[in-house]
């Protein structure tokens, strides 16, 4: 079952997606060369004590840490360590969430460490990125939950890789409802399988955290001995992006971004919803 929300469910929801906002700023800058995966928990944890948030990874099924910090080959599910330290040249991606009086956001971003970074990792995730907010403009009333993982899928095909060969969309991860729980019904995909139809109509109350994987070689993965940390199978570097995302009587509302989504949306033509919050 999908959990509709009300525009007052909405509103604790945006309060929960802008603590993950500022864990976002907070780490991108302490991301930088010498720091390790462990200082950015730790400067996750501050701001979540800073907004009297809780955090909703660390715990999560035994998750030891306040954020996942997947470094280079790693897609998801990175555990900070001290023993892991950014070096320049190295992209890492952060996933992070926070709870605010019941209620969840969810988002993630890839960052680069240092500089010299080679032009087809700044592609990777400009295109990981750029899909991600081809799914947010297509959360329409009307449409389906396929139609967000057709805009997904079609926007990072039609993108050409340098160095050709095609893109990898990582197959056993994707989306999710959010709301009172980080993960729920229904689960995205990133890409179109027809043995799963169409998916329920998105109306108004619907709420989804979109997060698209992509990796410049496999769309294959595996799970390190730790039984978190995934990895590409043939070692390629990869790219995560995720935001969590409402859709209301007046549109969309990118729950976890500062403006409400309302710069990147405005670029497909559409117009965010008002943020509740002002």
Known sequence: MV???TPEQIA??????LVVAAIHAATREAAVPGASTKDLDEVARKVLAEHNAKPNFLGYGGFPATICTSVNDVVVHGIPSEDVVLKDGDIISI???AIIDGWHGDAAYTAFVGSGHAPELI???RVTEESMWAGIAAMKQGNRLVDVSRAIETYIRRQPKPGGGKYGIIEDYGGHGIGTEMHMDPHLLNYVDRRRGKGPKLVPGFCLAIEPMVSLGTPRTEVLSDDWTVITTD????SHWEHSVALTEEGPLVLTSPDGG????AEHGITAAPDPLG
């Open 3 to 5: 959990q509709i929300k």
């Open 12 to 17: 604790k929801m945006r309060a929960a997606g």
């Open 95 to 97: 996933d992070c969430g």
């Open 123 to 125: 592609e990777l995730s």
């Open 235 to 238: 070692g390629t570097w990869s």
């Open 262 to 265: 309302k710069a990147k949306l």
